[in-house]
């Protein structure tokens, strides 16, 4: 990647390593509370918050990759902030058509308060940080997928009280959402074991890091020995949006898939997670991800939640 100049005065959400560990914990935790308060006043999904504390702001959502949880997550939350959000696809967009990264950025940071985007390329993300007027936030890249992962501390969290010395394990490719499972293990104190095959690791600048700043992180091709004694399991699909090695994937990944016999290897009291789309069969057996162990819906919703909280903290709020 790139090294690019960001301009200090905007609250960028574009790593997780970019948080200090208390900015992370407010975010978590604002999100915790950001959800007991709709508990408590929601009505109907399209509510909006009694003090509107985004009315006015509005945020312009770029989208090079298709998206579910992230568009809709994204577009209620401001919604139910009080904002506004405009939805942009590259073919939507002079960018589709080779305007550049950072001329978009200028242009749109005279129209919205911020962006978000779901990038094809890190370093697309970098630029537009570098050139934009307002926030950006990173709704995935290439590299990592950090609102998926304030979800996932949030969900663990509710499911089993605080994550710090919890033991997390990865089975599978070691991702973009594998990365951003590795920073996070560093800013909230808990222990992360990859089992993933040599050829899809994750990248080891990542992993020095991570060690670097006092991290816990034990990288195998051993699945079980992994998720031995864990207190969560996660995955991820194998083959992404791009890939064209579909069935070198499948098939050097197919003993990283979290069956039931995997999960018994963990603690009795383990859940299971996954960022979703799933491909039962393949990374994860329809046993487990339907099963008792499993906290993916609870998941999913929380997505909307953080992303409320991710929002309200780029904000100032």
Known sequence: MTDYKL?????????????????AREIVDKAKALKEAAKSIN??????????PLENQSLAMIFEKPSTRTRVSFEMAMHQLGGKSVVLQNHDMQLGRGESVSDTARVLSC?????????????ALLEMAEHSN??????????????????DI??????????KGKK??????????????????????????????????PLEQVVGWAKNNGGKITITDNPEEAVKD????????????????????????????????LMDRAKSSAIFMHCLPAHR???????VIDGPQSVIWDEAENRLHTQKAILMWCFGK
Not at 7 to 23: A, C, G, P
Not at 43 to 52: C, I, L, N, W
Not at 111 to 123: E, G, Q
Not at 281 to 287: H, I, N, P, W, Y
């Open 7 to 23: 301009k200090k005065d905007h609250r960028h959400f574009l790593d997780l390593i970019s948080l200090s560990k208390v900015e």
């Open 134 to 151: 307002v926030p950006i936030i990173n709704a995935l890249t290439d590299f990592s997928h950090p609102c998926q992962i304030m979800a």
């Open 168 to 201: 997390i394990a990865w089975s599978g490719d070691g991702n973009n959402v594998a990365i951003s499972w590795i920073h996070a293990s560093v800013l909230f104190d808990c222990e992360m074991a990859l089992a993933c095959p040599e050829e899809y690791s």
């Open 281 to 287: 069969g393949e990374e994860v057996s329809s046993e």
């Open 111 to 123: 129209f919205v308060d911020a962006i978000m985007l779901r990038a094809n390329s890190h370093d």
């Open 230 to 261: 864990a207190d969560c399991v996660i995955t991820d699909t194998w083959i992404s949006m791009g890939d064209e090695d579909a069935d070198e994937r499948l098939n050097t990944l197919a003993p990283y898939q979290v069956s039931e016999d």
């Open 154 to 163: 949030l969900t663990y969290e509710e499911h089993r009280g605080s994550i």
């Open 43 to 52: 009505q109907s999904k399209g509510f909006v918050h009694p003090e509107a």
